[in-house]
C-alpha cells in the first residue's frame, strides 16, 4: 500500500503497476528492495494492524471507542508511511508521531482501567466475538513492534513508533477487558495446571 504513496493519485491512476512483478517493490525515495524485506514486513505488519482494527472500529461499540480507533488508524498511517521511508534517500515530507500520541493512548488506558474490576490473573482471550476481535488486533500489534525492534537494529526507526505500537497494544488489551464489560461476556481467567 505504502510504495505507491510516490506517485501522484488522479483519477486515471490504475491501481497495479507491474513493477513489483519480479518480487521486489519501492520503498518512499526510490530504493528497490525485495518484498519480504525486514522494512516491508514491518509496515505490512501496521498495516494489516489497522485492518484488523477496522473490524474492531466495525462492530456494535461505544461511539467514544470508535473515535479513539479511527484517531489509532489514522496513527498507524503515519507510522507506515514511516516505516516505508528510505532513511538514506527519501527527501519527502512524511507525517510524524508526537509525545502526544503516546500521552492519548496512556489517558485512554487509564479511563477504561477506572471502570473495570482489578485483574488478579491472566484471562483466556474471546467471550465474544468482538472481544476476540480485540485480542486478534493486540497480537498482530505485538508482532507489528517485534518486526519493527528487528528493523531499529539494522536501520533507522523513530524511537516513538516502537514505544506507540507497546502502548497500542496495552490499550487493545484493556479495551478487550472494557469490551467484554459492557458486552456482558464472560471474562475467564487463566488457571495454571499445578
Known amino acids: 500500500m505504502y510504495e505507491t504513496c510516490n506517485l501522484k493519485f ?4 490504475k491501481i497495479y503497476t507491474k513493477t513489483g512483478d519480479k ?7 526510490g530504493t528497490r528492495v525485495s518484498k519480504h524485506h525486514i522494512r516491508i514486513e514491518a509496515y505490512g505488519t501496521v498495516d494489516e494492524l489497522n485492518s484488523h482494527i477496522g473490524l474492531i472500529r466495525d462492530q456494535d461499540i461505544d461511539n467514544h471507542s470508535k473515535k479513539t480507533l479511527i484517531e489509532i488508524q489514522d496513527r498507524l498511517f503515519t507510522i507506515g508511511a514511516s516505516l516505508a521511508s528510505d532513511p538514506d534517500t527519501s527527501k519527502m515530507k512524511i507525517p510524524d508521531l508526537k509525545e502526544e500520541d503516546v500521552i492519548y493512548l496512556e489517558n485512554e488506558i487509564d479511563k477504561m482501567n477506572e471502570e473495570l474490576p482489578e485483574m488478579k490473573s491472566f484471562v483466556l482471550p474471546g467471550g ?12 498482530v500489534c505485538r508482532r507489528a513492534e517485534r518486526l519493527t525492534i528487528h ?4 536501520s533507522f526507526v523513530a524511537d516513538l ?9 496495552d490499550y487493545l ?3 478487550s477487558r472494557k469490551l467484554t464489560k ?11 495446571r499445578m
Not at 518480487?23 to 525515495?29: D, K, V
Not at 513508533?161 to 497494544?169: A, E, G
Open 182 to 192: 459492557d458486552l456482558n461476556a464472560e471474562e475467564i481467567p487463566w488457571k495454571p
Open 23 to 29: 518480487g521486489e517493490t519501492s520503498l518512499i525515495g
Open 10 to 13: 488522479n483519477m486515471t491512476l
Open 151 to 154: 528493523l531499529f537494529e539494522i
Open 128 to 139: 465474544h466475538t468482538t472481544v476476540s476481535y480485540c485480542h486478534i488486533a493486540r497480537c
Open 173 to 175: 488489551f484493556v479495551l
Open 161 to 169: 513508533v516502537i514505544k506507540y505500537l507497546n502502548r497500542l497494544s
